[in-house]
């Protein structure tokens, strides 16, 4: 019989979109409160990848990433989702239409993993209408998408940011750090 143990650590990681550049440096301090330090933040660059948050946001989307200093315990992924869609509603726009999407995840040596409250096939429920989402699997020394992964998460500069964030993580891992 196989004995449970505790999970290997996790880095917090965050998607984030906005059509207000300045929003998501107004949401820091926040987003630090709440989970701690941004340990790295990708530039930003235009979300060409659909439409889809166009309408909701009134404009064209940036897309940049977050990763978070502390280690996390990966059960607490439904909690953090739960917290940014709170942040979410904090911030609409006069329309009813969100100024900031926040997409969650963890960061392991093994996978990239979201948090959504969309349920869909492929996806696994946690808890109070949250699924994890196995958006990347790591293989052959790299980040490889599945037939479900978002484009931006599959897109080459993303995947080698991904790479960067996860070797931070092996290293700090490793028991001579």
């Not at 900031?100 to 109070?128: Q, Y």
């Not at 989402?133 to 080459?156: C, H, M, N, Q, S």
């Not at 931070?168 to 891992?173: C, G, R």
Request: charged share 25%; aromatic share 10%.
């Amino acid at each position: 019989m196989a004995k449970t143990r505790t999970f290997a650590a996790n880095r917090l990681i965050m998607g984030t979109l906005s059509v207000e550049s300045s929003l998501l440096d107004e949401l820091i301090p926040l987003l630090e409160e709440l989970f701690g330090p941004v340990y790295e933040r990708s530039d930003a660059h235009l979300f060409t990848y659909s439409d889809y948050y166009q309408k909701e946001m009134g404009g064209q989307a940036w897309r940049s990433y977050l990763s978070f200093k502390p280690l996390i315990d990966p059960s607490a992924l439904a909690s953090i989702k739960i917290q940014t869609n709170e942040l979410e509603e904090r911030w609409l726009n006069e329309n009813g239409g969100r100024r900031i999407n926040l997409d969650p995840g963890l960061l392991s040596l093994n996978s990239i993993i979201l948090a959504t409250a969309k349920g869909r096939t492929h996806r696994v429920p946690l808890r109070e209408g949250i699924w994890a989402d196995l958006t990347l699997i790591w293989d052959k020394g790299r980040f490889v998408a599945l037939p479900w992964t978002y484009a931006d998460y599959r897109d080459e500069e993303t995947c080698s940011l991904f790479t960067a964030w996860r070797e931070t993580l092996k290293q700090e891992l490793s028991p001579s750090s």
